[in-house]
C-alpha cells in the first residue's frame, strides 16, 4: 500500500490536470473509431461456439439452390380475396413490392401455375400451364386450382382461402459467400497451425473486407425492409397485412439493439442522475461520478470500433451494465469520504481524499476481481454470444475500476466538495434497522434463510430450456403478430430441413441399366438391382413414407418434398400415380421452368442427397424441440431403416435447438466456475476457511433465488436469463467484501461483535444500501426493452441483487457473530 500511496503522492493528487489532458487524448483517440462501433443480429451471432450446423445449413441451401433471404407478407382482405377487385388489389400490392430496386423476384398466387386445365397432361404441362398473371381466369377456377394443388394450400393460401402470402425476394449476392468462404478456409489454416505470415495477413484483409461489406449489405437490406413497410402502410386500408421472414427478423432484432443501447443508456443515466442528487443533495457528486461512468462506456464504445468487435442482442445491455457497475465503485468511494469528513471534520480536502483511496482502493479492487471473475464465467458457456458478453464485460470491468481509481481522485483534487451539514451530523442511518433486526432475531434469520434454500432446491428441480422464439416479442411487435398469422394460416415458420443421402453404389455397380436382368422402364427392380438416381419407384415409395411420416407430426405445419411434386403430377395425370416409366423421365418431362419450383428444391442428383422442407409451428404450446428432433432421427434411422450417417437434420431450428440445449451445461459450468473463482478468492483474501464459507453463504442464496424463482413461475433459461446467476454472484459478492473487510477494520477498536455490527450497518451497510438501490433501479429501466428476454434479465437480476443486500445485511451479520471467524483482537 506505501508504494500506491506514494504514487497518488506523486502523480496523481498534486497533477489532476496531467492526468485529465493525458486521459482526454486517450478519449479522444477512441472517438476516432466510433463510426466503426456495429451491431449484428445474424445467424452467426447466435450459434454455438464451433458449431457446425450453422455451415451445415449453408451447404443444404447451396445444394438445393434454396434459401430464406425472403420477405414474407401475409395478406387477409378485409373483402373476398377471389374476386376481380379483391385479386387486383393483391396485384398492385404486389406489383409495388416487386419493382424495389433490391427484389429479385416475387411468389405469389398470381404468378404460380395453376395446373386447372382440363386438357392438362404429362404431355402439355409446357403449354397448358395458366396462371393469373398471364391468362384470364376466373376468380373462383383459380381458387379452387390453388387450393386442390398439394403444394400451396398452407403455403401461399390458407385452407380457407382468406389469407394468401407474397414471398418477397432478398437474394445475398455471391459476393457474400466468396468473401465468407475465403475467410472460413484461411481460418480454418490459421487455426490448424500451417498458416503462414502471409495467410496470417490475407486473413486479416478478407475479415475486415467481409465485415466491411456484410455491414453494407445490412444497411441496403434495412433499407429496403423501411421502403416494404411504406408499402404495406398504403395497403391496410382494404387488408390485415403483416411482415415476416428472417431478414426482417434480423432487421428488427438490430432495431431492437439500437433502441435497448440508447433506451437503456439515456435510461440509466435519468436514474443515476436522480439517484446521486437525492442521495447525496450536492452537483458535485452528480457531476464526479457521472463522468467516471461516461468516461468507462465512451472508452469501450471506441474500443469495440476499434477492435471490431460487434454489439449482439446479450451484449446490447453492456452499456447499462457498466453504468451502474461504474457508479457503484464511486458510491463506495463517496461514502467512504463523507465519512471520514464526519470523523474529522477540520481536515484537509486533500488528506481526505487520500485516505479515501487508501481505504478503499483494496476493497473495490477485490470487488472488481471478483466481478470479473463472475463475467469471465461467461466464457465457458459454449454460447458464442455468451462467450462475447462475458469477455465485454470483463474488459469493461477492468476500464471501469482504473478510471475510479484515477478520475475520481483527480476531479475531486480540482472541485473538492464542501462541507456538508448532514455529513457531521450524528443521525443515526436506516440501515442500522437491519443490525437490529439481526440482533433480535438471529434465529429468524437462520430459519429463513434455510426455508428459502428449501424452495430455491425445489424450484431448480423445476428449470426447463424449452421456449419459443415467438414469445422473445411482445405481442404488440410485428414479428410476434406476423409470427402468429403464419404459424396459425400459412403452414408454420421455423424452419427444419431433413436430408436423406442415398446409400453408396455397390462395388460392382454399372451404370448402364440394361446390365441387370431387371428392365427399370418396365418394372420395379428389386433392392440389389441398384440404379443409381431417386427416380426409383422403391427409392420414392421410401422417401413417401419419410413425407408421411414427417406430415403426421403435430409439431410439423407445411412439409414438402418430391412427394409433394409426384402428387401434383399424379393430378396432372388425371389421378393416377406414374408409372416405373414416367417417374424415370420426371427430370425431363418437368419443363424448365418449374424445374426449380418442383424438382430442384428436393432432389440433387449430383449430390445423392433428397430434401424434406418442414415448417415448424413456433405456437405450438408443448413444443419440445429436441424431443421432436430426437423422435425424427430415431424413427429414420430405427423403423424406416437408413443409416444415421444418412440422415442430417439442419435449419434454424437444429442451430436454435443446439443453442437451448446447451443452456443448462452452460448454466452448471458458468455457476461451478464461478463459485470456485470467488471460493479460491475468499480463501486469498481472508485466509480463512470459515470465513470463505461464511461469505459464500448469502451469493449461494442470492443465486438460487433467481433460478428458483423462474423453476417456481415455469420461466425457460434462454439465451438472456442463463447470465443471470452468475452475474448475481459477481456483483452479490461486492457487498459481501465490502462487509467484511469492514466488520474486520471496525471489530480490532474493541473486539464486540455485535457493537462492530451496529458500526458495520451504520457505515458501509449505507453505500452496500445505495449501490444495491442504485443496481436495482438500473435494471428496471429494461423492462422498457421489446425484447422479453432482456425484460427478464432486468427483473430477476434485480431481484437477485434485492436478495443479496437482504442476505449481506442480516444472514452474512449472523453467521459472523454465531461463529466468530476473526482472531480476537
Same mark, same amino acid.
Given at each position: 500500500?506505501?508504494?500506491?500511496?506514494?504514487?497518488?503522492?506523486?502523480?496523481?493528487?498534486?497533477?489532476?490536470?496531467?492526468?485529465?489532458?493525458?486521459?482526454?487524448?486517450?478519449?479522444?483517440?477512441?472517438?476516432?473509431?466510433?463510426?466503426?462501433?456495429?451491431?449484428?443480429?445474424?445467424?452467426?451471432?447466435?450459434?454455438?461456439?464451433?458449431?457446425?450446423?450453422?455451415?451445415?445449413?449453408?451447404?443444404?441451401?447451396?445444394?438445393?439452390?434454396?434459401?430464406?433471404?425472403?420477405?414474407?407478407?401475409?395478406?387477409?382482405?378485409?373483402?373476398?380475396?377471389?374476386?376481380?377487385?379483391?385479386?387486383?388489389?393483391?396485384?398492385?400490392?404486389?406489383?409495388?413490392?416487386?419493382?424495389?430496386?433490391?427484389?429479385?423476384?416475387?411468389?405469389?398466387?398470381?404468378?404460380?401455375?395453376?395446373?386447372?386445365?382440363?386438357?392438362?397432361?404429362?404431355?402439355?404441362?409446357?403449354?397448358?400451364?395458366?396462371?393469373?398473371?398471364?391468362?384470364?381466369?376466373?376468380?373462383?377456377?383459380?381458387?379452387?386450382?390453388?387450393?386442390?394443388?398439394?403444394?400451396?394450400?398452407?403455403?401461399?393460401?390458407?385452407?380457407?382461402?382468406?389469407?394468401?402470402?407474397?414471398?418477397?425476394?432478398?437474394?445475398?449476392?455471391?459476393?457474400?459467400?466468396?468473401?465468407?468462404?475465403?475467410?472460413?478456409?484461411?481460418?480454418?489454416?490459421?487455426?490448424?497451425?500451417?498458416?503462414?505470415?502471409?495467410?496470417?495477413?490475407?486473413?486479416?484483409?478478407?475479415?475486415?473486407?467481409?465485415?466491411?461489406?456484410?455491414?453494407?449489405?445490412?444497411?441496403?437490406?434495412?433499407?429496403?425492409?423501411?421502403?416494404?413497410?411504406?408499402?404495406?402502410?398504403?395497403?391496410?386500408?382494404?387488408?390485415?397485412?403483416?411482415?415476416?421472414?428472417?431478414?426482417?427478423?434480423?432487421?428488427?432484432?438490430?432495431?431492437?439493439?439500437?433502441?435497448?443501447?440508447?433506451?437503456?443508456?439515456?435510461?440509466?443515466?435519468?436514474?443515476?442522475? %436522480?439517484?446521486?442528487?437525492?442521495?447525496?443533495?450536492?452537483?458535485?457528486?452528480?457531476?464526479?461520478?457521472?463522468?467516471?461512468?461516461?468516461?468507462?462506456?465512451?472508452?469501450?464504445?471506441?474500443?469495440?470500433?476499434?477492435?471490431?468487435?460487434?454489439?449482439?442482442?446479450?451484449?446490447?445491455?453492456?452499456?447499462?451494465?457498466?453504468?451502474?457497475?461504474?457508479?457503484?465503485?464511486?458510491?463506495?468511494?463517496?461514502?467512504?469520504?463523507?465519512?471520514?469528513?464526519?470523523?474529522?471534520?477540520?481536515?484537509?480536502?486533500?488528506?481526505?481524499?487520500?485516505?479515501?483511496?487508501?481505504?478503499?482502493?483494496?476493497?473495490?479492487?477485490?470487488?472488481?476481481?471478483?466481478?470479473?471473475?463472475?463475467?469471465?464465467?461467461?466464457?465457458?458457456?459454449?454460447?458464442?454470444?455468451?462467450?462475447?458478453?462475458?469477455?465485454?464485460?470483463?474488459?469493461?470491468?477492468?476500464?471501469?475500476?482504473?478510471?475510479?481509481?484515477?478520475?475520481?481522485?483527480?476531479?475531486?483534487?480540482?472541485?473538492?466538495?464542501?462541507?456538508?451539514?448532514?455529513?457531521?451530523?450524528?443521525?443515526?442511518?436506516?440501515?442500522?434497522?437491519?443490525?437490529?433486526?439481526?440482533?433480535?432475531?438471529?434465529?429468524?434469520?437462520?430459519?429463513?434463510?434455510?426455508?428459502?434454500?428449501?424452495?430455491?432446491?425445489?424450484?431448480?428441480?423445476?428449470?426447463?430450456?424449452?421456449?419459443?422464439?415467438?414469445?422473445?416479442?411482445?405481442?404488440?411487435?410485428?414479428?410476434?403478430?406476423?409470427?402468429?398469422?403464419?404459424?396459425?394460416?400459412?403452414?408454420?415458420?421455423?424452419?427444419?430441413?431433413?436430408?436423406?443421402?442415398?446409400?453408396?453404389?455397390?462395388?460392382?455397380?454399372?451404370?448402364?441399366?440394361?446390365?441387370?436382368?431387371?428392365?427399370?422402364?418396365?418394372?420395379?427392380?428389386?433392392?440389389?438391382?441398384?440404379?443409381?438416381?431417386?427416380?426409383?419407384?422403391?427409392?420414392?415409395?421410401?422417401?413417401?413414407?419419410?413425407?408421411?411420416?414427417?406430415?403426421?407430426?403435430?409439431?410439423?405445419?407445411?412439409?414438402?418434398?418430391?412427394?409433394?411434386?409426384?402428387?401434383?403430377?399424379?393430378?396432372?395425370?388425371?389421378?393416377?400415380?406414374?408409372?416405373?416409366?414416367?417417374?424415370?423421365?420426371?427430370?425431363?418431362?418437368?419443363?424448365?421452368?418449374?424445374?426449380?419450383?418442383?424438382?430442384?428444391?428436393?432432389?440433387?442428383?449430383?449430390?445423392?442427397?433428397?430434401?424434406?422442407?418442414?415448417?415448424?409451428?413456433?405456437?405450438?404450446?408443448?413444443?419440445?424441440?429436441?424431443?421432436?428432433?430426437?423422435?425424427?432421427?430415431?424413427?429414420?434411422?430405427?423403423?424406416?431403416?437408413?443409416?444415421?450417417?444418412?440422415?442430417?437434420?439442419?435449419?434454424?431450428?437444429?442451430?436454435?435447438?443446439?443453442?437451448?440445449?446447451?443452456?443448462?451445461?452452460?448454466?452448471?459450468?458458468?455457476?461451478?466456475?464461478?463459485?470456485?473463482?470467488?471460493?479460491?478468492?475468499?480463501?486469498?483474501?481472508?485466509?480463512? %476457511?470459515?470465513?470463505?464459507?461464511?461469505?459464500?453463504?448469502?451469493?449461494?442464496?442470492?443465486?438460487?433465488?433467481? %433460478?428458483?424463482?423462474?423453476?417456481?413461475?415455469?420461466?425457460?433459461?434462454?439465451?438472456?436469463?442463463?447470465?443471470?446467476?452468475?452475474?448475481?454472484?459477481?456483483?452479490?459478492?461486492?457487498?459481501?467484501?465490502?462487509?467484511?473487510?469492514?466488520?474486520?477494520?471496525?471489530?480490532?477498536?474493541?473486539?464486540?461483535?455485535?457493537?462492530?455490527?451496529?458500526?458495520?450497518?451504520?457505515?458501509?451497510?449505507?453505500?452496500?444500501?445505495?449501490?444495491?438501490?442504485?443496481?436495482?433501479?438500473?435494471?428496471?429501466?429494461?423492462?422498457?426493452?421489446?425484447?422479453?428476454?432482456?425484460?427478464?434479465?432486468?427483473?430477476?437480476?434485480?431481484?437477485?441483487?434485492?436478495?443479496?443486500?437482504?442476505?449481506?445485511?442480516?444472514?452474512?451479520?449472523?453467521?459472523?457473530?454465531?461463529?466468530?471467524?476473526?482472531?480476537?483482537?
Amino acid at each position: 500500500m506505501n508504494r500506491i500511496g506514494a504514487f497518488y503522492d506523486r502523480f496523481i493528487l498534486p497533477h489532476p490536470w496531467i492526468v485529465l489532458v493525458l486521459f482526454g487524448a486517450i478519449l479522444a483517440l477512441a472517438a476516432l473509431r466510433f463510426d466503426q462501433f456495429r451491431l449484428d443480429a445474424s445467424a452467426e451471432s447466435l450459434v454455438l461456439e464451433n458449431d457446425r450446423s450453422l455451415e451445415e445449413y449453408r451447404q443444404v441451401n447451396r445444394t438445393f439452390t434454396t434459401s430464406d433471404d425472403f420477405l414474407v407478407v401475409t395478406y387477409t382482405p378485409h373483402e373476398p380475396l377471389f374476386t376481380p377487385e379483391g385479386l387486383s388489389r393483391l396485384k398492385a400490392l404486389r406489383d409495388e413490392l416487386q419493382a424495389l430496386e433490391a427484389v429479385s423476384s416475387t411468389n405469389s398466387i398470381l404468378n404460380v401455375p395453376l395446373l386447372h386445365s382440363p386438357d392438362l397432361t404429362l404431355d402439355t404441362v409446357d403449354t397448358e400451364i395458366k396462371t393469373l398473371d398471364e391468362h384470364e381466369v376466373a376468380p373462383d377456377t383459380a381458387r379452387q386450382a390453388l387450393l386442390d394443388n398439394p403444394m400451396y394450400p398452407n403455403l401461399l393460401l390458407s385452407e380457407d382461402a382468406g389469407t394468401t402470402a407474397i414471398q418477397v425476394n432478398l437474394p445475398t449476392p455471391e459476393r457474400y459467400f466468396e468473401l465468407l468462404n475465403q475467410r472460413d478456409n484461411l481460418r480454418d489454416r490459421v487455426n490448424s497451425g500451417n498458416a503462414s505470415a502471409d495467410d496470417q495477413r490475407q486473413l486479416e484483409q478478407v475479415s475486415q473486407e467481409f465485415i466491411r461489406y456484410t455491414e453494407f449489405l445490412g444497411k441496403e437490406r434495412d433499407a429496403t425492409i423501411k421502403k416494404v413497410r411504406v408499402i404495406l402502410d398504403n395497403h391496410r386500408e382494404h387488408a390485415s397485412i403483416h411482415l415476416g421472414g428472417v431478414p426482417m427478423i434480423v432487421a428488427d432484432m438490430i432495431r431492437f439493439i439500437q433502441n435497448d443501447l440508447s433506451t437503456f443508456g439515456l435510461g440509466v443515466l435519468a436514474f443515476l442522475l %436522480l439517484t446521486l442528487a437525492i442521495i447525496f443533495r450536492q452537483w458535485r457528486w452528480v457531476l464526479v461520478p457521472l463522468l467516471c461512468c461516461g468516461f468507462t462506456v465512451w472508452l469501450m464504445i471506441g474500443f469495440l470500433g476499434w477492435a471490431q468487435w460487434p454489439v449482439t442482442v446479450i451484449s446490447s445491455n453492456f452499456i447499462s451494465l457498466l453504468l451502474i457497475m461504474t457508479l457503484s465503485l464511486t458510491i463506495h468511494l463517496i461514502v467512504r469520504y463523507r465519512e471520514f469528513q464526519h470523523d474529522e471534520p477540520g481536515a484537509a480536502p486533500r488528506d481526505v481524499l487520500r485516505r479515501t483511496v487508501m481505504a478503499m482502493i483494496k476493497p473495490c479492487f477485490y470487488m472488481a476481481i471478483t466481478t470479473i471473475v463472475a463475467f469471465g464465467s461467461l466464457t465457458f458457456s459454449g454460447i458464442r454470444p455468451v462467450i462475447d458478453f462475458g469477455w465485454m464485460m470483463t474488459l469493461g470491468l477492468s476500464v471501469a475500476f482504473i478510471i475510479t481509481f484515477l478520475v475520481f481522485p483527480a476531479l475531486l483534487s480540482l472541485l473538492p466538495p464542501p462541507l456538508d451539514s448532514r455529513v457531521t451530523s450524528d443521525r443515526i442511518p436506516f440501515t442500522d434497522a437491519f443490525a437490529r433486526f439481526t440482533e433480535r432475531f438471529g434465529g429468524t434469520v437462520l430459519v429463513g434463510s434455510g426455508v428459502i434454500a428449501v424452495l430455491c432446491v425445489i424450484g431448480l428441480s423445476r428449470l426447463t430450456v424449452e421456449n419459443s422464439f415467438i414469445d422473445y416479442f411482445k405481442s404488440s411487435t410485428e414479428i410476434h403478430q406476423g409470427m402468429i398469422t403464419i404459424d396459425d394460416r400459412l403452414g408454420g415458420t421455423t424452419p427444419l430441413d431433413v436430408v436423406i443421402t442415398d446409400e453408396p453404389p455397390p462395388e460392382n455397380y454399372s451404370d448402364d441399366p440394361f446390365a441387370s436382368d431387371c428392365d427399370p422402364f418396365v418394372e420395379d427392380c428389386d433392392e440389389e438391382d441398384y440404379r443409381d438416381t431417386w427416380y426409383t419407384y422403391q427409392k420414392m415409395r421410401q422417401l413417401g413414407d419419410v413425407h408421411d411420416y414427417l406430415n403426421s407430426l403435430p409439431e410439423t405445419g407445411k412439409v414438402l418434398s418430391i412427394s409433394t411434386t409426384l402428387d401434383l403430377l399424379a393430378q396432372i395425370n388425371g389421378g393416377t400415380p406414374l408409372n416405373a416409366v414416367e417417374l424415370a423421365f420426371v427430370p425431363a418431362a418437368v419443363p424448365d421452368d418449374l424445374q426449380d419450383i418442383l424438382l430442384t428444391p428436393y432432389i440433387s442428383e449430383e449430390q445423392s442427397q433428397a430434401r424434406f422442407s418442414i415448417r415448424i409451428l413456433e405456437t405450438m404450446p408443448d413444443l419440445r424441440r429436441q424431443d421432436l428432433l430426437d423422435r425424427i432421427h430415431n424413427h429414420l434411422t430405427t423403423d424406416l431403416g437408413y443409416a444415421p450417417e444418412r440422415v442430417q437434420l439442419s435449419g434454424m431450428t437444429v442451430m436454435y435447438n443446439n443453442m437451448l440445449q446447451s443452456l443448462f451445461d452452460s448454466q452448471i459450468k458458468t455457476i461451478g466456475v464461478v463459485f470456485a473463482a470467488i471460493m479460491v478468492m475468499f480463501l486469498i483474501l481472508f485466509r480463512s %476457511l470459515k470465513l470463505a464459507l461464511i461469505g459464500m453463504a448469502p451469493n449461494l442464496i442470492a443465486a438460487g433465488s433467481v %433460478l428458483g424463482l423462474m423453476g417456481w413461475l415455469g420461466i425457460p433459461l434462454d439465451m438472456m436469463t442463463i447470465t443471470v446467476a452468475a452475474i448475481t454472484v459477481g456483483i452479490a459478492v461486492d457487498d459481501t467484501i465490502h462487509y467484511i473487510h469492514r466488520f474486520k477494520t471496525e471489530l480490532a477498536k474493541d473486539g464486540d461483535y455485535l457493537a462492530t455490527m451496529h458500526r458495520c450497518h451504520r457505515s458501509i451497510g449505507q453505500a452496500m444500501f445505495f449501490t444495491s438501490l442504485t443496481i436495482i433501479s438500473g435494471f428496471s429501466i429494461l423492462v422498457l426493452s421489446n425484447f422479453i428476454p432482456t425484460i427478464y434479465f432486468g427483473l430477476f437480476t434485480g431481484f437477485a441483487m434485492f436478495m443479496a443486500l437482504v442476505g449481506a445485511l442480516t444472514l452474512l451479520p449472523r453467521l459472523i457473530i454465531l461463529f466468530k471467524p476473526f482472531p480476537a483482537p
